[in-house]
């Protein structure tokens, strides 16, 4: 997590079914705090906000949970705040200023979608922080929260491929007993099969992955224009689509992994996995082959860009050394095994 210069970086674990949640230094792996009986929502997983904060939903008592890693240096706990949102969290996303987020809902544990219900939350209201729940498509859905005077709160969603664009204050303002809410625009998507979402605030991108390619739409105060979709192709490697999407807003790159292979799950040690990437500066797109099995999710470091790939020849963290020039490639410097 990003961590002042003067502290050591410290690593946030948690153990969903249990109930835990472990605040570790690094690198020696020493316990700093511990919050039992919360359950994170493991698909939202943990946010980064400014200063140093970091946001989770706990999927059990239906609460966003912002959390101040460094506070006990200064004799504060490590829950600062507890807002009351909807669950089960299916995506969790905040506006660069930290103060106006958003929360979907998904399956938790059902078979199919049922709840509909999106939490647009204002950490820094007059009153103290407030959450308001209202309904719209049900789903699984993507979610961005996008800055400027008038933050906008954009859903992505499958079957059929669209994105759903609210304005956060309209959402701020829904009256109580979750109503529905229409968007104030549709932008329609070609595929169906969405999955991953990013956000540029220097340009006002927003970026959504599926089948096609990375759909593109630009924001520019309260508008919202679609652009040309980048392709997954690159490097003369094809096939496949990512399921992810990452932001490196220190490198201004975005990161995938390309996932391509057989399509029923039970076979997916043999699906293949590339590293992808796109210069949002440069417009230079490139792939870098990782191996079989299955490639769930990334992290952006300082120094790397990180990838787990589970198989049953043995799982590994595969570490692409992040490029320091512009005309630099990623390229791997380890593949570390990871026990079972």
Same mark, same amino acid.
């Given at each position: 997590?990003?961590?002042?210069?003067? =502290?050591?970086?410290?690593?946030?674990?948690?153990?969903?079914?249990?109930?835990?949640?472990?605040?570790?230094?690094?690198?020696?792996?020493?316990?700093?705090?511990?919050?039992?009986?919360?359950?994170?929502?493991? %698909?939202?997983?943990?946010?980064?906000?400014?200063?140093?904060?970091?946001?989770?939903?706990?999927?059990?008592?239906?609460? =966003?949970?912002?959390?101040?890693?460094?506070?006990?240096?200064?004799?504060?706990?490590?829950?600062? +705040?507890?807002?009351?949102?909807?669950?089960?969290?299916?995506?969790?996303?905040?506006?660069?200023?930290?103060?106006?987020?958003?929360?979907?809902?998904?399956?938790?544990? *059902?078979?199919?979608?049922?709840?509909?219900?999106?939490?647009?939350?204002?950490?820094?209201?007059?009153?103290?922080?407030?959450?308001? +729940?209202?309904?719209?498509?049900?789903?699984?859905?993507?979610?961005? $929260?996008?800055?400027?005077?008038?933050?906008?709160?954009? =859903?992505?969603?499958?079957?059929?491929?669209?994105?759903?664009?609210?304005?956060?204050?309209? =959402?701020?303002?829904?009256?109580?007993?979750? &109503?529905?809410?229409?968007?104030?625009?549709?932008?329609?998507?070609?595929?169906?099969?969405?999955?991953?979402?990013?956000?540029?605030?220097?340009?006002?991108?927003?970026?959504?992955?599926?089948?096609?390619?990375?759909?593109?739409?630009? %924001?520019?105060?309260?508008?919202?224009?679609?652009?040309?979709?980048?392709?997954?192709?690159?490097?003369? +490697?094809?096939?496949?689509?990512?399921?992810?999407?990452?932001?490196? &807003?220190?490198?201004?790159?975005?990161?995938?992994?390309?996932?391509?292979?057989?399509?029923?799950?039970?076979?997916? &040690?043999?699906?293949? *996995?590339?590293?992808?990437?796109?210069?949002?500066?440069?417009?230079?797109?490139?792939?870098?082959?990782?191996?079989?099995?299955?490639?769930?999710?990334?992290? $952006?470091?300082?120094?790397h860009i990180a990838y787990s790939r589970v198989h049953p020849d043995g799982d590994e963290l595969i570490l692409l050394a992040a490029p320091t020039t512009p005309d630099a490639r990623p390229h791997i410097t380890a593949r570390l095994p990871?026990?079972?």
């Amino acid at each position: 997590m990003p961590h002042p210069p003067h =502290l050591p970086p410290r690593l946030l674990v948690a153990d969903h079914v249990a109930g835990h949640i472990s605040l570790l230094d690094l690198p020696d792996g020493d316990d700093r705090a511990a919050l039992n009986h919360r359950h994170l929502a493991e %698909h939202a997983g943990f946010l980064a906000l400014p200063d140093g904060l970091v946001a989770c939903v706990d999927d059990r008592a239906g609460e =966003l949970l912002v959390l101040d890693p460094y506070g006990s240096d200064a004799g504060r706990p490590l829950v600062r +705040r507890r807002i009351p949102v909807a669950v089960p969290a299916e995506h969790l996303a905040a506006a660069p200023g930290g103060r106006h987020l958003a929360v979907t809902t998904g399956l938790g544990r *059902n078979e199919e979608a049922w709840t509909g219900l999106l939490t647009a939350v204002d950490l820094d209201a007059p009153d103290g922080a407030v959450a308001v +729940r209202v309904r719209g498509r049900t789903g699984e859905p993507g979610v961005t $929260v996008l800055g400027g005077p008038s933050p906008l709160v954009v =859903l992505r969603h499958r079957e059929p491929g669209e994105l759903l664009v609210h304005r956060h204050r309209d =959402l701020m303002a829904a009256p109580p007993s979750c &109503p529905p809410m229409e968007p104030v625009r549709r932008i329609g998507l070609p595929d169906d099969d969405g999955h991953g979402d990013a956000y540029d605030p220097v340009t006002g991108r927003v970026f959504a992955a599926a089948g096609s390619g990375v759909h593109r739409v630009r %924001h520019d105060g309260e508008e919202l224009t679609p652009e040309p979709p980048l392709p997954w192709a690159a490097d003369g +490697r094809t096939g496949g689509r990512g399921y992810y999407l990452r932001l490196d &807003p220190v490198r201004r790159t975005l990161w995938s992994c390309v996932r391509g292979g057989p399509s029923a799950p039970g076979r997916w &040690p043999e699906w293949t *996995n590339d590293a992808w990437w796109h210069g949002l500066d440069t417009g230079a797109t490139g792939r870098l082959e990782l191996g079989p099995g299955l490639v769930f999710r990334l992290a $952006v470091t300082a120094r790397h860009i990180a990838y787990s790939r589970v198989h049953p020849d043995g799982d590994e963290l595969i570490l692409l050394a992040a490029p320091t020039t512009p005309d630099a490639r990623p390229h791997i410097t380890a593949r570390l095994p990871l026990p079972a």
